[in-house]
């Protein structure tokens, strides 16, 4: 099993729709939980970080992390064909967890 | 320019031939780390570097051997390359700063390898 599962997509949603990203987790030494965006041909991009358990917010973007059910979210609002990418969680801890992790992503497509 | 540059870009190869795919950095960090992205499988570390001497393997490492020949430059080497080494590499390099854990990862464009 790997330590850090994500649902690949492909995801298609229309402009203006909310879109929610998941990754869940095993290693509960993981403390530390960001995304990055991928656009295609380009190497990752980190978009959001957050630490430990709680959410945060930036412009149409929120990071949740639920550290008591090791589950880890993303939501865009207002979703924009600019938003078409491809999403990968990553998560850093101590001790067994004290490597970048990369869930596989999550190829998102904004449609007009 | 990029602050994490990869060349070549894209490399097609024998299979049996050795290739090596470099990176160099100018963020002037510490850590570098070699990945390759396959569709499903996601990123996937090869071997990182914490400092010049320090070289460290990942999670895929056979097939692979690394260079750190200074602390910008992090060299990735298949000695002899297989099919299932085609995939996209990509070279990142990190600086935990004051939060040790703060590990954001700035990547290159990456490699596209593929063995034939």
């Known amino acids: 099993q790997k330590e850090v599962e994500q649902d690949p997509g492909p995801l298609s949603v229309p402009e203006g729709a909310i879109v929610s990203l998941n990754c869940t987790y095993s290693?509960?030494?993981?403390?530390?939980f960001m995304w990055y965006r991928q656009y295609s041909r380009k190497g990752p991009e980190l978009l959001m970080y957050?630490?430990?358990?709680g959410n945060k917010e930036d412009g149409r973007f929120t990071a949740q992390v639920d550290k008591s059910s090791k589950y880890i979210s993303l939501f865009i609002r207002d979703s924009q064909p600019s938003d078409s990418a491809t999403y990968l969680c990553a998560m850093i801890g101590t001790g067994t967890a004290s490597k970048l992790t990369f869930g596989t992503g999550t190829r998102l497509q904004v449609t007009l | 320019d990029a602050d994490v540059t990869q060349t070549p870009r894209n490399r097609i190869t024998k299979t049996g031939k050795r290739i090596m795919l470099e990176c160099s950095q100018t963020?002037?960090?510490?850590?570098m780390y070699w990945y390759r992205q396959d569709p499903g499988l996601g990123l996937r570390l090869i071997y990182y570097s914490f400092d010049v001497k320090d070289i460290n393997k990942g999670e895929i490492s056979d097939g692979y051997s690394v260079s750190r020949q200074a602390q910008a430059k992090f060299s990735l080497s298949l000695e002899s390359a297989i099919p299932n080494q085609t995939a996209l590499y990509f070279c990142a390099t990190s600086d935990p700063g004051t939060h040790y854990m703060n590990t954001e990862a700035f990547f290159g464009q990456g490699t596209r390898l593929t063995v034939v």
């Open positions: 957050t630490y430990s358990s």
């Open positions: 290693n509960s030494a993981f403390q530390y």
């Open positions: 963020k002037g960090h510490d850590r």
